[in-house]
């Protein structure tokens, strides 16, 4: 059974594209890479070929991968109410422990950059802030077992 991969319909769409180019543009220039390092002879030392065929590897799994998101996709509207925390919100929270403020923007598994503070809905801490509000405190449990708060100072 496949679980649902929670995503906004922007972010849907930009897998859509990115699939038809993998499909359409990449898959034919790789296609292309491998025929002509073929025609070079031995294959047994042809470090192009090589280089070739594990381009096509890769490019293959991440269709698959796209194409998974996409057959699974659980597309949801996004929201403007900024009175509770829901997919793309951006919540600044205090974090107790560290005694410092942070911002994260909560998104969709596919869009997440850590580095960037742009959190999964089903990380601990994305689904612990969903349908909070501001003044909430939130106790985040972390694999080791311990646990942190974060108090909600705002959500945009």
Same mark, same amino acid.
């Given at each position: 059974? /496949?679980?649902? +991969?929670?995503?906004?319909?922007k972010n849907f769409e930009d897998l859509k594209k990115e699939l038809d180019?993998?499909?359409?543009?990449?898959?034919?220039?790789? +296609?292309?890479?491998?025929?002509?390092?073929?025609?070079?002879?031995? #294959?047994?030392?042809? &470090?192009?070929?090589?280089?070739?065929?594990?381009?096509?590897?890769?490019?293959?799994?991440?269709? &698959?991968?796209?194409?998974?998101?996409?057959?699974? &996709?659980? +597309?949801?509207?996004? =929201?403007?109410?900024?009175?509770? %925390?829901? #997919?793309?919100?951006? =919540?600044? *929270?205090?974090?107790? @422990?560290?005694?410092?403020?942070? !911002?994260?923007? =909560?998104?969709? *598994?596919?869009? %997440?950059? =850590?580095?960037?503070?742009?959190? /999964?809905?089903?990380?601990?801490?994305?689904? &612990?802030? #969903?349908?909070?509000?501001?003044?909430?405190? %939130?106790?985040?449990? !972390?694999?080791? @077992?311990?646990?942190?708060?974060?108090?909600?100072?705002?959500?945009?």
């Amino acid at each position: 059974m /496949s679980e649902s +991969i929670v995503m906004t319909r922007k972010n849907f769409e930009d897998l859509k594209k990115e699939l038809d180019y993998l499909v359409k543009v990449k898959r034919p220039e790789i +296609i292309e890479r491998i025929a002509e390092a073929r025609s070079h002879g031995d #294959l047994s030392e042809n &470090a192009e070929y090589d280089a070739a065929r594990e381009e096509q590897r890769s490019n293959e799994g991440k269709i &698959a991968e796209l194409e998974y998101k996409i057959k699974n &996709a659980d +597309i949801r509207e996004e =929201v403007s109410d900024t009175s509770y %925390v829901h #997919l793309g919100s951006v =919540v600044k *929270v205090f974090d107790d @422990g560290l005694e410092e403020e942070q !911002c994260y923007t =909560v998104t969709s *598994v596919t869009e %997440v950059d =850590v580095m960037n503070g742009k959190i /999964s809905v089903e990380s601990p801490v994305g689904a &612990a802030l #969903l349908r909070r509000k501001v003044g909430d405190v %939130v106790e985040i449990k !972390c694999p080791d @077992g311990s646990s942190y708060n974060l108090k909600i100072l705002s959500i945009q």
